[in-house]
């Protein structure tokens, strides 16, 4: 919010200015623009003249308005001048643009006065808008940025760090085709942790599971999927490397103690390892994970179960609960 609010106070500061993009190209383009009007008008100014034209003057502010609402301040300079000058040829006597009457003096004056107004007006309208366009522009890459950002904040777990459900449906199709580690664990005793030391001690543990997780596995193979349950997905690891993560992970829990009078963290897996072959796999290589770290907290805690994969075995796993929705999103 303040940062909004901060980048909305600097565009209307800065609204009159010319962008600092602008100022940078401006070098470069000034030049170019000023030839493209110098010939645009000398060609009006010749046409004026071959054809005779009794009142070119409303020609030529045609060219100027044309030159400076699409050039702006120096291609309406280069304009003015040019139709100042032509009108001084032909207000002046026998276009001498030395002598003049009365009557023609007056028309040139006016002229002079309408074309500084025209350049100075339009000039600054045209600076207007390249200030305007350039905060839009920098507000629009604000905004996806922001956007960024938050599509990048929805794919994580506020507390943890780590991914997300959402993220996890995301990334369904880019496991398939590869040979995985599928593990799904959780706390023991999490919910003593929360009733006899408090919710922001529960959150502190979950805080550091999420980053032993991070820096094992990696963010985007760590999930928490609820609570104080947690899912790992390692894509192309052998056996023994995994095991020796799950052993390291299991000594960075046993650290995690915020208060001296805690007992010692520790968590219950369940893995399994095969390939994902169909887009059903990961689902149920989910779903016998999880069958496993329930037989494993049955034994006690800290306890660890593991098995090849089976889609028959989990598919029976599947219909035997009537389909079991955690694992269907």
């Not at 004056?109 to 905060?135: H, N, S, T």
């Not at 290589?285 to 049955?298: N, V």
Request: charged share 20%.
């Amino acid at each position: 919010m303040d940062h909004a609010a901060k980048f909305l106070q600097e565009s209307q500061n800065e609204l009159n200015n010319v962008t600092a993009e602008e100022r940078k190209i401006w070098p470069e383009r000034v030049w170019q623009q000023v030839v493209v009007t110098f010939v645009i008008m000398t060609l009006m100014c010749c046409c004026v003249y071959l054809f005779n034209v009794p009142n070119p003057n409303m020609i030529l502010i045609t060219g100027l308005t044309v030159c400076s609402a699409l050039y702006g301040l120096p291609a309406g300079i280069t304009a003015g001048i040019i139709m100042i000058l032509y009108s001084m040829f032909f207000f002046s006597t026998d276009h001498s643009m030395i002598s003049y009457t009365s009557i023609n003096l007056q028309k040139l004056a006016v002229i002079i006065i309408g074309v500084l107004v025209d350049v100075i007006f339009i000039g600054r309208l045209k600076q207007r808008q390249m200030a305007a366009q350039g905060k839009l522009s920098e507000m629009v890459s604000w905004l996806r940025q922001t956007n960024v950002s938050l599509e990048e904040a929805s794919l994580h777990d506020a507390l943890t760090g780590i991914s997300n459900r959402r993220a996890l449906t995301e990334r369904y199709p880019d496991y398939e085709g590869q040979h995985l580690h599928v593990m799904m664990l959780d706390l023991d005793n999490f919910k003593q942790v929360n009733d006899d030391h408090g919710h922001a001690t529960g959150d502190y543990v979950l805080k550091h599971l999420g980053k032993a997780l991070r820096e094992i596995y990696g963010t985007d193979c760590s999930y928490r999927y609820g609570g104080d349950e947690f899912l790992v997905i390692c894509p192309n690891m052998d056996g023994k490397e995994f095991q020796e993560k799950a052993q390291l992970l299991h000594e960075r829990i046993l650290n995690i103690r915020p208060e001296k009078d805690m007992k010692d963290n520790s968590f219950s897996a369940g893995y399994v390892y095969g390939n994902c072959e169909l887009s059903c796999d990961l689902r149920l290589m989910m779903r016998q994970a999880d069958e496993l770290l329930y037989e494993a907290k049955k034994k006690g805690k800290n306890q660890f179960g593991n098995a090849p994969y089976s889609r028959r075995y989990a598919r029976s796993l599947q219909d035997s609960l009537g389909g079991d929705k955690r694992f269907m999103d």
